[in-house]
Every structure is written in structure tokens, then in C-alpha cells.
């Protein structure tokens, strides 16, 4: 049986880290279900209050979705919830920040109820005057949707360790 252990790299070795950039999507994380109780509370946190979100009733009368659809800050805000297996372990990064968003596109709305999953690949590696900066496509999908709901180009800035200092 072959190994399934995730393959380490240096986060300094760009040259390995770009031979792992694909246009194939990796396996999907596990899935999750959206409550109206999930959208409820992400509405008062955020002060979206829209009725498309949490007027249940309104939503299957006049929503052209037939029912309350979840928010799509909503949706991008459970990514660490739903982190999908990696095919590689970094090995050496002493920090790993944010770094931004090369884009975001919501495609197709997803009903409260549904369960969501997604799953990512490695689209691009650059230097970074501080370490190295990932750029990984994350789709996230209704549960049997070929059509994603959200795409979004992550970047983290991946921060070598201190390499220790030599004995004097």
C-alpha cells in the first residue's frame, strides 16, 4: 500500500514548492452543515440583517432561491473550519500570516441547510522580501454541486524559522 503521508518541503525551497503548483483541485475536506442558527448569529455579529438571510418565511415566499440563502461572508468565514487534507507539510516557517486575497467570487448561492465542502490547490509561489507567499485557489461547494459557491485566491506569507546560531 503506498505512503499517504503529505510530502515536506522547506519553506525556502521555492524551486520544490512550485513543482507542486496545479491546475487539478486536491481532495475535498470533511463536509458541514449551515443552520439558520448559524446565519441567525453571523447576522447579528455583522449587522446583515437582511431578510434573504433570516426571514425564513419571507424568503420561501419571495425569494427567487425559495428559501434563506446563506451570506457569502458567511460561507468564506468557515475555511478553517473546513481545511481540506494537504499534499505537503512545510517544514522551517516560523509564522504564516494572511497575507490578503488575489480575488473572491461568489457563484452560486447556497440555501441554508445545505452542506458545504471544499477543497483547494497550490496556484502560485513567490518570493516575499520576509519568506515565501502561497497563492491557493479554495472552492467551496454545495455537497454534489459541480459548480462552485465561492472561489478565492488565499495568500500567506510563510516566515522561515531563526536558523539556530552555531555554538561559539
Do not use: C
Request: a neutral charge.
Amino acid at each position: 500500500m503506498p505512503d499517504a503521508s503529505p510530502r515536506q518541503v522547506d519553506v525556502r525551497d521555492i524551486e520544490a514548492l512550485r513543482a507542486m503548483v496545479s491546475e487539478n483541485f486536491g481532495d475535498w475536506s470533511e463536509a458541514l452543515v449551515i443552520t439558520q442558527d448559524m446565519v441567525n448569529r453571523f447576522a447579528e455579529l455583522t449587522g446583515d440583517r437582511q431578510w434573504i438571510h433570516v426571514d425564513v418565511e419571507r424568503a420561501r415566499r419571495e425569494s427567487p432561491f425559495g428559501a434563506p440563502i446563506v451570506h457569502g461572508f458567511l460561507l468564506l468565514s468557515l475555511m478553517p473550519n473546513l481545511r481540506a487534507p494537504q499534499p505537503f507539510v512545510l517544514l522551517n516557517a516560523g509564522s504564516a500570516t494572511n497575507f490578503g486575497s488575489g480575488g473572491l467570487r461568489f457563484l452560486s448561492p447556497v440555501p441554508v441547510g445545505s452542506s458545504v465542502h471544499l477543497r483547494q490547490r497550490l496556484k502560485d509561489v513567490q518570493t516575499h522580501r520576509r519568506g515565501t507567499l502561497l497563492t491557493s485557489e479554495v472552492a467551496i461547494h454545495v455537497v454534489g454541486a459541480e459548480r462552485p459557491a465561492l472561489l478565492y485566491d488565499l495568500q500567506v506569507l510563510y516566515v522561515p524559522a531563526p536558523t539556530p546560531a552555531a555554538p561559539a
